[in-house]
């Protein structure tokens, strides 16, 4: 194939991915309206307003930009709407830290009034938004503020990562949690063609058992500088507000690829008791000790070596539609140089050569963690300061669980500690991840070690 007729495929690929994302957006705006009134205008704002089937401020305060059906929005629209919930989380702040609004109690949000008339950033910056978005802001903007705005943005923000995302989200409404499963199926039986009493065949039951989940708080804060003033606050309190919340990410990442919950970590480097690679047992830990694994001999990856871990995992690894390639940026560079998907003749128009990516490897998605390590011995294992191997997990995804038990809770409040008179703002989660129970039937996680 010469440099023309490559040309040509590359723009008939864009031609159809345009098409697609066309089709995908007017799909999305006429699931998400429903049978409401269609609001008219350009703008983003108005856009976001169609898209989400909202008819005033308030429908769209209140929508979940992560839940499964509006999959189709355009992600520019939800990162609006999720901005404008922030806006008004960090105007509550400021108001009750400079205006002596209801501060949040247990798992309840102080009800701010009159949010649009206490400070600069409400005035100048939360309400011009408002009127993008079609308020007048009758009444200071109060009818605009569901109380559930704060706890409800930070769920969205929950939805928002690689690893986690891939697993089936659960709400824990007590901790321990019992999650019902059905662990075996029956299969029918011959009966003979007779009406006496002996050709009658006994009832059979499939098999359950069950997972427990068990919570873990996870927290992080900050000080809030001594100096800070109104007008400085909401900036610094947005910059705080998404590291403390991103910590959270971060440390749910770490722990579903290498927590371990064994006296002694797996990982020789992971030794303090607050280290959230402690909260339970990951992915990696699962698969060593299942003896589920594959040696890659201290080789880049294969081919042949990657469908080795899809053949051990036995029934759990046909459907590629449940699986999930998890790597590190590392690897990734070498499943892009496998040459089963870099030339045109062998892996067609999504050949690396023409799209310089690679979304999926035998129909599994390929998913990049920061948290899958470079640093492992041979053994898939960190053991000392000197070890630079890397590994692959594959994993079933419908047999592991994330519960929630309580969602990201951010809270401002005074510093009890001496020499006090500041201000700490604070992230709290709880939760665990669980899935079936790794066995000699059950390899629903594997893992390729000893990568080079």
Known sequence: MDAKEIKALENRVARAEEAARKSEENTAVIIASG?????????DEQRAMRYFGARNVKDILQVNTGDPKFKHVPEELKFLVRQVKEDFDISRL?????????????DTHGRVKGILDGNYF??????????????????????????MVSSQYLEE???????????????????????????????ARIQAESCSTGANISAANFGTDKITMTATKLVEHMCLPEELNEDAAPQILALIRMEITKAQGRAWERAVMNGDTTGTHMDADVTAAEDARKAWK???????QNSASINFSGAAVTVANLRAMRTLMGKFGVSERDLTWIISSKVYNQFLALPEVTTVEKF???ATILRGSLAALDGIPLVISESARDDL????VNTSGADVLSSVILVNRSRFFWGTRRPITVRASIDP??????????????????GFTQSATEKSVVLGRNVI
């Open 282 to 288: 990951g992915l990696r830990k699962l698969a060593l």
């Open 157 to 187: 923000f929950e939805l928002d990562r690689q690893v986690v995302d891939q697993f089936k989200a659960l709400k824990m409404p007590s901790s321990p949690f019992d999650v019902p499963v059905q662990k075996d199926v029956t299969v």
């Open 377 to 380: 011995a041979a053994t898939g």
């Open 94 to 106: 400021t108001q009750q830290i400079y205006y002596g609004e209801a501060k949040d109690q247990g």
């Open 122 to 147: 409400a005035r100048d910056v939360l309400a011009p938004k408002l009127k993008a978005f079609g308020s007048t802001v009758v009444g200071a903007g109060d009818e605009w503020v569901p109380t």
């Open 417 to 434: 500690t001496p020499p006090g008179d500041r201000w700490l703002l604070a992230s709290w989660w709880r939760g665990d991840f669980k």
């Open 348 to 350: 067609g128009p999504m």
């Open 35 to 43: 049978h409401r009134a269609p609001v008219g205008g350009t703008s």
